[in-house]
């Protein structure tokens, strides 16, 4: 199809409501699809979130009983790693990878759609396992404990996981496909923005640690099932096996979870700050170092589970190492904003936010690499509080980052941005209050997974759960902001922050091809401040990119 061609059409062709539930390869629909199918399981691990924080408030089992606590704060994780977090990053990377590479779709539509399409089913099927009798073994689900507890709920989590796995791993397939064989002809690869290398490593951990998952799951469905022992020790079996199994995925998962919001950050921190972004290429390969090492790390899990001590050593030193690539980004970002003309809207305190909090999980991190500490605090609410400012720190508020960064993008609205600032305030107030007290929880030896506890550590309890529900009230004005802007926010601009990569330059939203004319690479995608070579200075450059746009 030739411009012209393209531009006549999209000028009679608009998206309805009635393509974001239907089957469409629409990259940008799709991506919309993930978006709110992903936030509508975040209100329901929320929800199952908030269960388990009431219960904990008091030392007693008084609010739900202690098999419900466990299928609840078992379907919780599930939930919000499974289902949210990692579907939000599968919707920013569908949305956002074609227009930032300057093409019309990915390389696989139907096998995109079919991804998506996939979600859905294995949502309904994990939480229909509350009429079956719900696992009640955590998001781990350790043998031989999910072998002796609900049979059948444990099997719908197995095959809830295996088409959420198939579904990730089609995603990856397509993202990379695209990354490396549809850019423009003028961008090579140290010409595209920083998000597309957060999501080519990303892929690369997808794609050789999700079939291992897959590989343990299907083994504890045959022992499950079957009657096998491949993990039953009472049959001969190894438990620790499956740990290993388990952990070879899980553990790249937390990176699956953190990486392609690494990337939002990257694009949000030099747009706000109005500076090039410093150390393009460090942060870049230090995201396919992350994915690397990502793959040697995962038995600092299981130093408690008789690991010998040599190995021990060697998973201590590869992850204290990973701090490595990971600060090299933190200081990047700080250098960027180093000197900027700052603007604190919504995307730059929630990346402000995610910089803070996400600093206290990798220091934490770096603390339980460490054998001597990890054997002392292993198990108990030191971790919890550690991989929650991790993920929900770090993955959560970055996502609120990007999310605000392309809402007139996506929707053609300009959102509240009051609004925005309160959400950002109570989201980081309630995330400090309910994770800081589990790191001296952890210290006191409060064991996690529990529902009955010591009198004495109800005070810190009480602040966590104080500090959840300040969280669950955070999303009021987040709901609120999004349902007023769809319906009386004014109308976007096709470039309100002056950024400089492609997909400003297109329609807010973009039209169904996504460009009316071939893109134009004017500049780096960074290139704020001053062109040397060119002479022009920032506004110069965005003016002329603005013009382009319209013409």
């Given at each position: ?80 790693i ?12 569908n ?9 019309d ?44 507890t ?14 959420l ?42 794609l ?188 959560a ?15 053609g ?12 305030i ?10 800081m ?44 902001n ?7 926010g ?53 003016d ?8």
């Open positions: 199809m030739t411009t012209n061609s393209i531009s006549e059409n999209t000028h009679h062709k608009e998206r309805k409501l009635i393509d974001y539930f239907t089957f469409n390869t629409d990259h940008k629909v799709i991506g919309i699809q993930y978006l709110v199918t992903s936030f509508l399981f975040y209100f329901i691990g929320g929800a199952f979130a908030e269960v388990v924080r009431t219960e904990l408030a008091t030392p007693d089992p008084d609010f739900v009983s202690p098999e419900l606590y466990n299928q609840i704060f078992t379907l919780h994780g599930t939930i919000m499974f289902l949210w977090i990692v579907p939000a990053g599968a919707a920013f990377a949305y956002l990878i074609p227009l930032m590479i300057g093409t779709d990915m390389a696989f539509p139907r096998l995109n759609a079919i991804a998506f399409w996939m979600i859905p089913p294995g949502g309904i099927l994990l939480l229909s396992s509350f009429l079956v009798g719900a696992p009640q073994s955590g998001w781990t689900s350790y043998p031989p404990l999910s072998l002796m609900g049979k059948w709920g444990e099997e719908f989590w197995i095959l809830s996981l295996l088409i796995g198939t579904s990730s791993i089609l995603g990856g397939i397509n993202f990379a496909t695209t990354i490396l064989k549809m850019r423009m002809k003028d961008m090579d690869l140290h010409s595209m923005p920083l998000f597309c290398w957060a999501m080519l490593a990303t892929s690369a951990l997808i050789l640690s999700t079939p291992v998952l897959a590989g343990a799951l299907i083994l504890l469905s045959f022992d499950l099932m079957a009657g096998t022992n491949f993990f039953n020790p009472s049959g001969g079996g190894d438990p620790v096996v499956y740990q290993h199994l388990f952990w070879f995925y899980s553990h790249p998962a937390v990176y699956i979870m953190i990486l392609p919001f690494f990337g939002i950050v990257s694009e949000v921190i030099p747009v706000h700050s109005r500076k090039p972004i410093f150390g393009y290429r460090a942060i870049a390969y230090s995201s396919l170092a992350i994915s690397f090492l990502g793959l040697i790390v995962w038995a600092h899990h299981m130093f408690t589970s008789g690991t010998p001590g040599w190995l021990r050593m060697f998973f201590m030193a590869t992850t204290m190492l990973i701090a490595v690539p990971t600060g090299i980004k933190v200081f990047s970002w700080c250098a960027t904003m180093w000197g900027g003309k700052i603007e604190l809207n919504s995307p730059m305190l929630f990346s402000i936010g995610f910089l803070s909090s996400f600093l206290i999980g990798g220091i934490t991190g770096v603390m339980v690499a460490s054998v001597p500490f990890d054997i002392h605090v292993h198990d108990t609410y030191f971790i919890v509080g550690h991989f929650h400012y991790v993920l929900f720190g770090g993955s508020l970055a996502l609120f980052s990007g999310f605000y960064h392309w809402f007139p993008k996506m929707t609205k300009n959102y509240n941005e009051g609004l925005g600032q309160l959400h950002f109570l989201t980081f107030i309630g995330l400090n209050l309910t994770f007290p589990m790191h001296q929880l952890g210290l006191m030896g409060m064991n996690r997974r529990i529902a009955l506890y010591d009198i004495e550590f109800q005070p810190l309890n009480l602040l966590s759960t104080a500090g959840a529900y300040t969280m669950a009230i955070s999303t009021l004005p987040f709901v609120i999004v349902a007023w802007s769809l319906f009386k004014t109308q976007a601009e096709r470039n309100p922050w002056r950024a400089l990569t492609l997909e400003w330059q297109t329609a807010s939203p973009p039209i169904i091809e996504n460009f009316e004319e071939e893109p134009v690479l004017w500049s780096g995608p960074y290139d704020y401040g001053i062109d040397e070579e060119a002479g022009y200075e920032e506004e110069t450059i965005s002329m990119l603005a013009d382009v746009a319209v013409k």
